[in-house]
């Protein structure tokens, strides 16, 4: 577990801070130089890759990276809590980010992880994730849409991805593909945006966080190396991997719910006479909120955890949160009446970002098909 650890070295200044300081630390620069974006970050006018590298310069994206054996996914979900506290796009781009960590960090492709490891993990270079379709894929939903197949010292790839996020020139990010000379083979590997046969087709208008770099990805028999394979073959470290993939999303579930709280609470002096009469309160919601961030903690020590029970756990936390979500941001928005429904009101952003958690892979319905299978 955790090859990485030989081969990667985390930023000193991440390793030696208390998580409670790294946190904070965190959370000051969202208040201070993330909030003044977030309506431009949501309505597309930027794509805001310099915070995130200042983000990941005080360790933000570092926290998770496996210690000679074990993880812990505790300070990345708190970090990315504060961050969607302030900008439900930009903990998404976290979660990217982190995940594009998670997945270098676990694999046994030393020589990968000795390339990119502190280049992921400091923001230098950044990414994401392409595994919407392989995800959906496994659990019968979609097929995969990928091919390769294998040639002298590496694969050639084709296909496309409809959504990927956090993405830009120079940026690389994780997806498997399906080998076409090998029956039910896998691979997973890191796709290369600046790589000439790779584009990057800019997607139609979302309803909200448009601002997250996100893109449809053609693969025109693209030549990916030995060197950029993250596991070959892919399933049993998907099986590895899954579950941080999984509860690092609960920092954006936690982050929004929070905000959605502190908007209910300070619309409560001018329309708490006629609040009250609202059948969902804030008290419900904190009561909630220290709920899923006590799961979420004790989880999220143990991501390589194999038991079924666990797998299981982590699955109905995740549903529980997006439903959450979108339930605190609707009472927010009721709580706020007319003011909340001004397009320069915050609530009516949070009511569109908590629709995202619900629906980003693994979807609401996705998690509810996930827990029936068993």
Known sequence: MGSLAASHRVVDDAVSRPVPSLVDEVASIARKDLAPLAAAIDAGSIYPAELLRKLG??????????????????????????IGEVCGATAFMAWCQNTLVWYAANSTN????????????????????????????????EKLKLKGR??????????????????????????????????????????????????????????AMDGTGTYGVQFRDVFVPDELILADPAGPFVKKIRAGFILLQAGMALGLIKDCINIMD??????GHVNRY????????????????????????????????????VIALRL????????????????????????GHRAQRRLREAYFVAIVTPATKQLRKMLADG
Not at 116 to 141: A, H, Q, V, W
């Open 57 to 82: 310069a005080v360790g933000a994206w570092g926290s998770h990276v496996p210690q000679e054996g074990p993880a812990d996914l505790r300070c990345a979900i708190q970090a990315m809590a504060a």
């Open 110 to 141: 030393l020589k990968l992880a000795s390339r990119f490891g502190d280049g992921f993990s400091s923001g230098r270079l950044l990414g994401g994730t392409g595994l919407s379709n392989p995800m959906k894929s496994f659990f019968g939903i």
């Open 150 to 207: 294998r040639v002298d010292g590496g694969y050639i790839v084709r296909g496309a991805l409809p959504w990927v996020s956090n993405l830009g020139a120079g940026h690389f990010f994780g997806t498997i593909f399906e080998r076409e000379d090998e029956p039910g083979g896998i691979v997973m590997f890191l796709a290369d945006c600046s790589d000439p046969s790779i584009t990057l087709q800019p997607c139609k208008p979302f309803l």
């Open 266 to 271: 300070e619309i409560d002096g001018a329309l």
């Open 278 to 313: 609202l059948p969902q309160q804030p008290l419900q919601f904190k009561e909630l909120y220290a709920e899923f961030e006590k799961e979420a903690m004790a989880l999220a020590r143990d991501p390589y955890n194999a038991d079924d029970s666990y797998w299981r756990r």
């Open 320 to 343: 529980r949160a997006g439903d959450a979500s979108v339930a605190a941001a609707h009472a927010a928005m009721l709580h706020c009446g007319a003011r909340g429904y001004l397009k």
